[in-house]
């Protein structure tokens, strides 16, 4: 039994609302599947979700390219090469403690192919982020695209964080020829931080922080948007929430999906979707 705090989202109507405190019981079993490219995601928001849903009673598969380990980025995750915005730009104790924990774990160290994910063997879907070039494989695979598509007609619970918002918008349905969040409400990595993230480090780091150079996240994302009321930014991204401090962080939910901009909202993120889980229909 895991109690949830409060928590604030924002819901399809452009309302900010606040959940009360609930309880998540009677959930072990649910299978939730994680898929990661080979290096380069981003550990706080992969970890942090791993470690709420798994504490909720959730049964998390991960996935890669060819079935090997996947490695997180090691740059978010030792602060190497980011100079004096290594405080800033790493990631958090709580974020470093916990991914090296899932890594020792079985269930990470012996992931899936993507060839060999069916969506009806889970019950939910999350989709996490990354920015170093390592990411691409995953967020161009044609096979989770298709996938993703599945889980959406299936209407199962799906949750999208950061560049992962990439990954469901590049997912077209044969049925409209239109991306799988076309007429959904959703949120991503903002340019604002894209873009401030590089400039800060662009002088040793290049473009690391360009993940797609010739476009930010957020762009490419509100491309494939029914209107341009479909995006919502939420407030200023300046600190990352916790347990404690749930306010801080922000995500969109509209129906069976759901979507946040960056590893401060991991929680609020995670919390969502476990909630959402808990009150879907079991496969």
């Given at each position: 039994?895991?109690?949830?705090?409060?928590?604030?989202?924002?819901?399809?109507?452009?309302?900010?609302?606040?959940?009360?405190?609930?309880?998540?019981?009677?959930?072990?079993?649910?299978?939730i599947l994680i898929p990661l490219p080979s290096y380069g995601f981003d550990p706080t928001e992969v970890a942090i979700p791993w470690k709420l849903l798994t504490a909720a009673g959730f049964e998390i598969i991960f996935a890669t390219p060819t079935g090997a380990k996947a490695s997180p980025d090691r740059k978010m995750l030792t602060g190497e090469n980011l100079g004096l915005w290594k405080p800033v730009l790493q990631a958090r104790k709580d974020a470093?403690?916990?991914?090296?924990?899932?890594?020792?774990?079985?269930?990470?160290?012996?992931?899936?192919?993507?060839?060999?994910?069916?969506?009806?063997?889970?019950?939910?879907?999350?989709?996490?982020?990354?920015?170093?070039?390592?990411?691409?494989?995953?967020?161009?695979?044609?096979?989770?695209?298709?996938?993703?598509?599945?889980?959406?007609?299936?209407?199962?619970?799906?949750?999208?964080?950061?560049?992962?918002?990439?990954?469901?918008?590049?997912?077209?349905?044969?049925?409209?020829?239109?991306?799988?969040?076309?007429?959904?409400?959703?949120?991503?990595?903002?340019?604002?931080?894209?873009?401030?993230?590089?400039?800060?480090?662009?002088?040793?780091?290049?473009?690391?922080?360009?993940?797609?150079?010739?476009?930010?996240?957020?762009?490419?994302?509100?491309?494939?948007?029914?209107?341009?009321?479909?995006?919502?930014?939420?407030?200023?991204?300046?600190?990352?929430?916790?347990?404690?401090?749930?306010?801080?962080?922000?995500?969109?939910?509209?129906?069976?999906?759901?979507?946040?901009?960056?590893?401060?909202?991991?929680?609020?993120?995670?919390?969502?979707?476990?909630?959402?889980?808990?009150?879907?229909?079991?496969?």
């Amino acid at each position: 039994m895991l109690i949830l705090a409060d928590q604030k989202r924002h819901s399809p109507t452009g309302e900010t609302c606040n959940n009360k405190y609930y309880v998540c019981n009677g959930i072990s079993m649910k299978k939730i599947l994680i898929p990661l490219p080979s290096y380069g995601f981003d550990p706080t928001e992969v970890a942090i979700p791993w470690k709420l849903l798994t504490a909720a009673g959730f049964e998390i598969i991960f996935a890669t390219p060819t079935g090997a380990k996947a490695s997180p980025d090691r740059k978010m995750l030792t602060g190497e090469n980011l100079g004096l915005w290594k405080p800033v730009l790493q990631a958090r104790k709580d974020a470093i403690t916990a991914c090296v924990d899932m890594q020792s774990r079985e269930q990470f160290s012996k992931p899936k192919k993507y060839t060999d994910i069916i969506e009806t063997s889970f019950d939910g879907l999350l989709l996490p982020g990354g920015h170093d070039k390592g990411v691409k494989e995953y967020l161009e695979s044609v096979v989770l695209q298709r996938q993703i598509v599945n889980f959406f007609t299936a209407n199962k619970p799906i949750a999208a964080i950061c560049h992962g918002v990439i990954l469901a918008a590049r997912s077209i349905d044969p049925a409209t020829n239109k991306s799988v969040i076309h007429e959904y409400k959703t949120t991503c990595l903002l340019s604002s931080q894209e873009l401030l993230a590089y400039n800060l480090t662009r002088l040793w780091l290049n473009d690391y922080y360009l993940t797609y150079p010739e476009i930010t996240v957020e762009d490419e994302v509100k491309s494939v948007l029914s209107k341009a009321e479909n995006f919502i930014s939420g407030p200023s991204p300046l600190l990352r929430d916790d347990h404690n401090k749930l306010n801080r962080g922000f995500v969109v939910k509209d129906r069976n999906y759901l979507s946040a901009r960056w590893p401060g909202d991991a929680y609020n993120f995670s919390l969502e979707f476990i909630k959402m889980l808990a009150a879907a229909a079991p496969i």
